[in-house]
């Protein structure tokens, strides 16, 4: 039983697809996915040794060493290139150690005609580096669970250039113009934060007056989507 955020991920993975979960841990993701007989093929790849066993357990417990393979390995190393992997999902870290696991291995993204990722922060710089590699985003949601509001990013990669604004960039080209409820509550949530933050900055002895201008900036541009 998933969660409704991998539900979330799973249901952006193509039929019959080749997958690598980076950052897999107990394997949930690519199990549920070889179980729903979604996926010809799995690697679950872990940094980490303790989650790298439990999904070496998991595949064994539910007999599925033939589809899936548990690899430990650092991001994309976990990929091989007999592995003929065209679907990579990360889900359930921040938007910076994404980039950092996509720009890590360039090479291994050669075959690779989506991703699907599920930054639990940093989400703007994470589209950013997207838009820099030519992977257009082509769908995204936003999960609402366990008092946190997930956004799913589903991207591949493009032959033709284009350009995400800073709103695009900030908010999701999609998440801003659906503009959903939960959407709205995201950024009420964000914009309270942030302008929390503005206030303690502005106390400091020696207030920092391009951080001040910055959060200014960011704060009025959420006001300005909200409004
Ligand atoms: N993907 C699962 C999910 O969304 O529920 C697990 C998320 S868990 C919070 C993040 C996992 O990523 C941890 O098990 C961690 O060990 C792994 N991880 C972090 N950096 C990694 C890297 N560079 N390569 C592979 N795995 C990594």
Redesign the pocket.
């Known amino acids: 039983n998933l969660?409704q955020?991998?539900t979330t991920v799973a249901k952006f993975v193509p039929q019959g697809a080749r997958v690598a979960?980076?950052?897999?841990?107990h394997g949930?993701?690519p199990a549920a996915l070889a179980l729903q007989g979604q996926i010809e093929y799995a690697v679950a790849?872990?940094?980490?040794r303790g989650?790298y066993e439990n999904a070496v357990s998991e595949i064994k417990k539910l007999a599925l060493a033939k589809i899936i393979q548990a690899r430990l390995?650092?991001?994309l190393a976990?990929i091989k290139d007999s592995d003929h992997i065209n679907t990579i999902t990360i889900?359930?870290?921040g938007g910076a150690?994404i980039t950092q696991?996509l720009d890590a291995h360039p090479e291994k993204l050669a075959g690779v005609t989506r991703l699907i990722l599920?930054p639990n922060v940093g989400e703007a710089r994470l589209r950013e580096w997207l838009m820099n590699h030519q992977f257009q985003i082509m769908a995204e949601r936003m999960v609402a669970e366990d008092g946190h509001i997930y956004e799913v990013i589903v991207a591949e990669p493009s032959t033709v250039p284009f350009r995400y604004s800073k709103y695009e960039l900030t908010f999701g080209p999609f998440l801003l113009e659906q503009h959903s409820p939960v959407f709205t509550k995201k950024w009420q949530d964000e914009l309270q934060r942030q302008e929390g933050v503005l206030q303690q900055v502005k106390q400091a002895s020696k207030p920092p007056v391009a951080k001040i201008k910055q959060q200014e900036e960011y704060i009025s541009l959420i006001k300005e989507v909200l409004n």
């Not at 790849?45 to 980490?48: D, H, L, N, R, S």
């Open positions: 969660s955020r991998l979960d980076i950052g897999s841990d949930y993701l790849g872990e940094v980490v989650p390995a650092d991001g976990a889900a359930g870290m150690l696991i599920q």
